[in-house]
Each structure stands twice: as C-alpha cells, then as structure tokens.
Nanobody, 114 residues
Framework: QVQLVESGGGLVQAGGSLRLSCAAS????????RGWYRQAPGEQRELVAE???????YYRGSVKGRFTISRDNTKNTVSLEMNNLKPEDTAVYYC????????WGQGTQVTVSS
C-alpha cells in the first residue's frame, strides 16, 4: 500500500523559511519523478516543483529562486526548502509522483502572514 506523509509546515511571517519533507512507503521514489503541489482555499491544486528520476528540476515561475526541491533516494524522501515566503504561498502542500499521481497524503499546511 502506497503512503505519502508530508511534514514541516507551519505558520511563518513573510520573508521566513520552512523546509517540507515527504516520506514515501510502498513505492520506490528513486525510479519516479517526484513533485510538490499546493492547494490554496478555493483554488485548484498546482504543481510547484518537480525533480525527475534523472535529477532534472522544474519550478513554477512564482517560486523560482525561492524554493529548492531535493531528493534522497536512500531514504525514499523528497524535500522542499522554501525561503523568502510570501502570503500568496499559503496553502496545503502535498508531494506525489508524476506524471500519474498515486494516493494523496494528508498534506502539510503552510501559512504565511504579512
């Protein structure tokens, strides 16, 4: 059974930083493209960052230069370092594989106050 567990969210002031982590079980992350998504209230879920099985990365334009995605194949995890956070980054953040997601986890709430 596939399980994704996100952690590391919280409440920070604008300009602050957070590091999100995602631990996977029941799936081998090392052979998958992995991504971080977010969903703000009333909005659709959107892809924020992706790291491919080969190590290539993609960032949504609004987070480029502020967020860094990384992976640890030995621990079957993917992380998201978020710096210079803005109120518009407020959302529930989820990890998953691409291009076809598996069962979504609970996500982790990130709230950025102005």
């Amino acid at each position: 059974q596939v399980q994704l567990v996100e952690s590391g969210g919280g409440l920070v002031q604008a300009g602050g930083s957070l590091r999100l982590s995602c631990a996977a079980s029941g799936i081998d992350f090392s052979i998958k493209n992995r991504g971080w998504y977010r969903q703000a209230p009333g909005e659709q879920r959107e892809l924020v960052a992706e790291v491919s099985s080969g190590g290539g990365v993609y960032y949504r334009g609004s987070v480029k230069g502020r967020f860094t995605i990384s992976r640890d194949n030995t621990k079957n995890t993917v992380s998201l370092e978020m710096n210079n956070l803005k109120p518009e980054d407020t959302a529930v953040y989820y990890c998953n594989v691409l291009p076809i997601p598996v069962q979504w986890g609970q996500g982790t709430q990130v709230t950025v106050s102005s």
